[in-house]
């Protein structure tokens, strides 16, 4: 699916495209200077500290104000679902060396608070409120909303509703159409 923009732009519609600030549209919370691995290679030391984008006096997208972003690309900040809570350069956390994890705590808790709506939603349309089990956990609660029990994606509690109460999510959201 990533690949379909490019093919399109590239090949479709070519030099139509025009480059958007990647700290505000795709957002990744990602360190774009020339400073650690793996955004640094040593070879080009004349580099260091400067932008990737090649430009003077860059955004640092890992202290972009969410008020300023308009969508987000899960990828150094990691999945939600991945209940990340941990900065080290060990697989599955937050690496320091490319993103900053008070930054990506405020993104991901803002998946957290989005899904909490939705569970609300679901149980107030429904009357079923077993869907608000699945914030039962009790790991970083103030960031994972009682979605994560542990660190880790062994850690996440998934979305809690049977068939029949999405079939009444759907149908009271087609009866508004």
């Known amino acids: 699916m990533q690949g379909l923009p490019a093919y399109y732009y590239d090949i479709i519609r070519p030099n139509t495209t025009v480059e958007l600030n990647g700290c505000r549209y795709n957002h990744m919370g990602a360190n774009i200077f020339y400073e650690d691995v793996p955004n640094f290679i040593k070879r080009y030391r004349d580099l260091h500290g400067k932008c990737r ?59 957290h608070e989005m899904r909490t709506d939705l569970e609300q939603k679901i149980a107030d349309v429904t009357g079923d409120t077993k869907v608000l089990d699945g914030q039962s956990g009790s790991y970083k609660k103030d960031v994972f909303m009682g979605h994560c029990s542990k660190n880790g994606q062994n850690g996440y509690l998934p979305l809690v509703a049977s068939k029949e109460v999405m079939s009444k999510v759907a149908q009271a959201i087609w009866s508004e159409q």
């Open 53 to 111: 984008r090649n430009v003077e006096g860059c955004e640092d997208c890992r202290k972009t104000d969410l008020s300023l972003i308009k969508n987000i690309h899960f990828t150094n900040c990691r999945k939600p679902w991945n209940c990340a809570g941990q900065s080290s350069t060990n697989k599955g956390d937050i690496d320091p060396r490319t993103a900053n994890y008070d930054h990506c705590m405020e993104v991901v808790r803002k998946w």
